[in-house]
């Protein structure tokens, strides 16, 4: 069983930066591949990033590429999720995932998840 909590949600401007951390529980933590998704109001779930266990691969959605940065650092049982240039359209709760394995970008894919941290951007 792998227990996440996320922080570092908030308000930001359009076109500043938020850095958001997901915390693993366990100690088989570069065993799972981890994923960012995010949910705004009225819209399915989408994926935003996801990293191998490694931390060697990694994908992004077209809509955060080049703004976002997926990381980890497996000493400290930590992914994070650097946002900048935010825009209005990035307003969402942000989730964080875990899966045994590969990365995948299907969020049915992944077995673990946080309870969600609102990121607002206001223009």
């Known amino acids: 069983q792998v227990q996440l909590v996320e922080s570092g949600g908030g308000l930001v401007q359009a076109g500043g930066s938020l850095r958001l951390s997901c915390v693993a529980s366990?100690?088989?933590?570069?065993?799972?591949?981890m994923a960012w998704f995010r949910q705004a109001p009225g819209k399915q779930r989408e994926f935003v990033s996801s990293?191998?266990?490694?931390?060697?691969?990694?994908d992004y959605a077209d809509s955060v590429m080049g703004r976002f940065t997926i990381s980890r650092y497996n000493a400290k049982n930590t992914v994070y999720l650097q946002m900048n240039s935010l825009k209005p359209d990035d307003t969402a709760v942000y989730y964080c995932?875990?899966?045994?394995?590969?990365?995948?970008?299907?969020?049915?894919?992944?077995?673990?998840w946080g309870q969600g941290t609102q990121v607002t951007v206001s223009s």
């Open positions: 366990g100690r088989t933590f570069s065993t799972y591949a």
């Open positions: 995932a875990a899966r045994m394995g590969s990365a995948r970008m299907g969020s049915a894919l992944y077995n673990y």
């Open positions: 990293i191998s266990g490694s931390g060697v691969s990694t």
